[in-house]
């Protein structure tokens, strides 16, 4: 069985411009979330999704923070603009359905820099 | 709110000895318990998870946690640590009602030496 697939790995920007990033959750998962990962932190979650719709993004910074599950499938996060404190590594995961019992399993994730 | 506390940020254990980490969590009812593995450039991978029942609970690739109530605590343990067990290790926790976000503490760096 396929992983979370995440793209692109690295990336480096300037600060005030726009980067997105794209996770392909595991075939058949409905619950997909996205993670903030600082360093010398455990992951944040910004965002979560059950199918195409939004459950939980308390913690998203809207106003430079947006993302989207077209279908219920992909997914993408966007930044914009990007500020030197979003340089983090974005983490995405999926889970059969959302709730305590449901395994997330995670993908590789993006690591951000932003100068 | 729920919380999790990691008090170690480092901790380096000889080859083949034992190894315990430490995780405290902070939530009003019945947690939900969970210790994930970080190898550098991957994601975060389950070890093992704690709901109810029996508060010793067995994991992937050697890993034990113990759940104590009264200290508040779900320590990981391993008998005898191998070289590919340095990676970063990760407690959450869960609530045990509505979509259940994990909460992550901030991390342990497992570094073995020979």
């Known amino acids: 069985e396929a992983g979370v697939a995440q793209s692109p790995r690295y990336k480096i920007i300037e600060k005030r411009q726009s980067v997105a990033f794209w996770c392909n959750p595991i075939?058949?998962?409905?619950?997909l979330y996205w993670y903030q990962q600082i360093l010398g932190q455990g992951p944040k979650l910004l965002i979560q999704?059950?199918?195409?719709?939004?459950?939980?993004d308390s913690q998203l910074p809207k106003d430079r923070f947006s993302a989207e599950r077209l279908k219920g499938v992909d997914s993408t996060l966007k930044i914009q603009p990007a500020k030197l404190e979003d340089s983090a590594v974005y983490l995405c995961?999926?889970?059969?359905?959302?709730?305590?019992?449901?395994?997330?399993?995670f993908g590789p994730g993006t690591r951000l820099t932003v100068l | 709110a729920q919380s999790v506390t990691q008090p170690d940020i480092h901790i380096t254990v000889s080859e083949g000895a034992s190894l315990e980490l430490r995780c405290n969590y902070s939530y009003g009812a019945t947690p939900y318990l969970f210790w994930y593995v970080q190898s550098p450039g991957q994601g975060l991978q389950l070890l093992l998870k704690?709901?109810?029942?029996?508060?010793l609970v067995q994991g992937i690739k050697g890993f034990e946690a113990e759940f104590k109530r009264s200290q508040s605590s779900f320590n990981l343990r391993k008998p005898s640590v191998h070289w590919s067990d340095a990676a970063e290790y990760f407690c959450?926790?869960?609530?045990?009602?509505?979509?259940?976000?994990?909460?992550f503490g901030k991390g342990t760096m497992l570094l073995v030496s020979p």
């Open positions: 704690y709901f109810s029942g029996d508060t």
């Open positions: 999704f059950q199918n195409n719709g939004v459950v939980d």
């Open positions: 959450a926790v869960a609530s045990n009602s509505g979509y259940s976000t994990l909460t």
């Open positions: 995961a999926s889970s059969l359905r959302s709730g305590w019992g449901n395994e997330q399993f």
């Open positions: 075939s058949g998962h409905a619950t």
